[in-house]
């Protein structure tokens, strides 16, 4: 007979096994029928990987297979570094040698800016104006500031001359006013030159007859006396006739003698203009003047594009390029708007004085196609950028001229900003690839930068310009559209070197990479 309590164990374990056999519901309930089994499975306990002990490691690490193994790894190792260590070498011994920059003044740097009439070039009309907009001639990305003549003479009295700080004439400014736009250019790395040129009222620059060692003497005098006072250079017209004078070297001596390195070395510029000179004049004073730029009229003058290639080759030929400056213009006073004629050659000839080796050199205005209407200089124009005002009655001449200006201004900026980045533009080799009656194309090269090609065609026709590649001057098949007013031209886009066809007046930049 069992027990009472052994009778109350059994009855729960029977409890427990039937209730682990009962189906279960969806709420967790046991389903009345037995149509099913739940089997519970207990998870083994996870087994987790801790690595070798120190021992273990110890143990294994003196194997011989091990240390043939550790042996073998350290070998690929070397021989894996001395092997990238050799191709490295490879690679500099046989890349091309970069081609050392050459040394350049501050001249040519950019593009050199005249302002010869103060009162035409701001609304003060004195030394301060040119101050005061000194921020909008910076944008142009211009190197240089030539200005004057400041000094008081009366026309061909020589006994009136006097080209130092007292002459200064009080309607264009004082000494302080000179003093402070030459520190502000100078924070802006815009160098300051003054025109010293003698009689600049009078008929000849040089008044003539025996007076010759007086003017040379009190020049001199003028000279140190402004570069002592800091500024950068001068400037003298005729230099035909001036280099011709009694005691001449004395001028670029003591230009030279009064280089400084103040806070960077500042080379002092020596600057003479040339009128109505042949390109081999040119080029014959350019030896032996002892300029350190000579500007002349000679792109104004010959109007051929042969002509004009072949005066710029045989300049560049036989002189040093940093001592050649290209104008259009400034030479003799006149806009570049007027020597363009018409208003789409205003962008052409930016782009030809900004690409041609060399220093371009711009009269105030020219960025945005200033233009004289007689004998008088025009008023420059500072509010281009200003549009009309909404719902006010619009004059559409004079808006379409506004809205030519702005694209001319915004085209000489892109161009000079170009000029001054890329080596090829700033000191690059000039070679002659095509030439036409009124049209002409070079390339623009330096060591292993990008090359450039100008194509300009300033006649009344179209023209087709057959580019042909030279032993120095190599062409790819095709090259990209850099810049362009030929609207058959479009920017970007790929064509062909073979030949390259222009509109009438129209230009265009285009950019190929170095090969090696």
């Known amino acids: 007979m069992t027990k009472e309590g052994e009778l109350d164990i059994k009855d729960l374990e029977l409890i ?12 967790g309930a046991v389903a009345a029928e037995k149509n099913g089994t739940v089997k519970i ?51 500099i ?45 910076n944008q142009l990305k211009v190197k240089g500031l030539l200005l004057g003549p400041f000094h008081q003479v009366q026309a061909n009295q020589v006994s009136t001359l006097n080209l130092q700080q007292r002459s200064i004439d009080p309607t264009k400014g004082t000494l302080e006013e000179l003093q402070s736009l030459m520190e502000k250019a100078h924070k802006k790395g815009i160098s300051v030159v003054l025109d010293l040129t003698p009689n600049y009222l009078g008929n000849k620059p040089w008044f003539g007859g025996s007076k010759s060692v007086e003017v040379m003497e009190k020049l001199k005098e003028a000279a140190k006396y402004w570069l ?53 004049q040119v080029s014959e004073l350019l030896n032996t003047s002892s300029v350190n730029l000579l500007i002349s009229d000679l792109l104004t003058n010959i109007t051929g594009g042969a002509e004009r290639a072949e005066a710029i080759q045989m300049l560049l030929n036989k002189n040093d390029q940093r001592n050649v400056g290209w104008t259009l213009g400034a030479a003799t006073g006149t806009h570049l708007a007027n020597e363009a004629k018409t208003p789409e050659l205003v962008k052409l000839y930016h782009l030809l004085l ?87 194309a070079y390339l623009r090269l330096w060591d292993q930068s990008d090359r450039y090609v100008v194509a300009v065609n300033w006649g009344s026709a179209p023209t ?35 030949a390259i066809t222009l509109g009438p007046g129209m230009g265009a930049l285009l950019q190929f990479p170095f090969t090696s």
């Open 228 to 280: 002592d006072l800091g500024v950068d250079g001068i400037k003298l017209s005729d230099l035909g006739v001036a280099s011709t004078m009694v005691d001449w070297q004395s001028i670029p001596d003591t230009t030279s003698n009064n280089d400084t390195e103040i806070e960077l070395p500042r080379k002092k510029a020596l600057i003479g203009v040339l009128r109505g000179k042949s390109a081999t």
């Open 464 to 498: 087709t310009l057959m580019l042909k590649s030279t032993d120095t001057a190599k062409l790819p098949a095709e090259a990209k559209v850099r810049l362009s007013t030929d609207p058959e031209l479009v920017e970007d886009a790929m064509v062909s070197l073979e």
């Open 16 to 27: 427990d096994m039937d209730s682990e056999t009962q189906p279960m519901t969806a709420d």
């Open 93 to 137: 011994v046989q890349a091309p040698r970069c081609q050392p920059i050459p040394e350049s003044n501050w001249w040519n740097e950019g593009p050199l800016y005249q302002i010869d009439d103060l009162t035409a070039f701001s609304q003060d009309g004195k030394i301060k104006g040119v101050e005061d907009k000194l921020d909008m001639v």
């Open 41 to 91: 499975k207990v998870p083994e306990e996870e087994v987790k990987f801790t690595g070798l002990s120190k021992d273990e490691l110890l143990k294994v690490a003196g194997t011989a297979g091990w240390m043939r193994t550790r042996w073998v790894l350290l070998a690929l190792f070397w021989v894996g570094w001395l092997g990238m260590l050799a191709g490295a070498i490879v690679i």
């Open 354 to 440: 900004l690409t041609l080796p060399g220093t371009p050199i711009f009269l105030y205005g020219d960025e945005i196609g200033l233009q004289a209407q007689g004998k008088e200089s025009p008023m420059m124009l500072w509010d281009i950028e200003k549009k009309p005002e909404e719902g006010a009655a619009v004059n559409k001449t004079a808006e379409a001229d506004r809205e030519a200006r702005v694209e001319f201004r915004k085209w000489f900026k892109i161009l000079s900003d170009l000029r001054g980045k890329e080596r090829s533009l700033l000191h690059g080799e000039y070679h002659t690839l095509s030439s036409s009656g009124s049209a002409m």
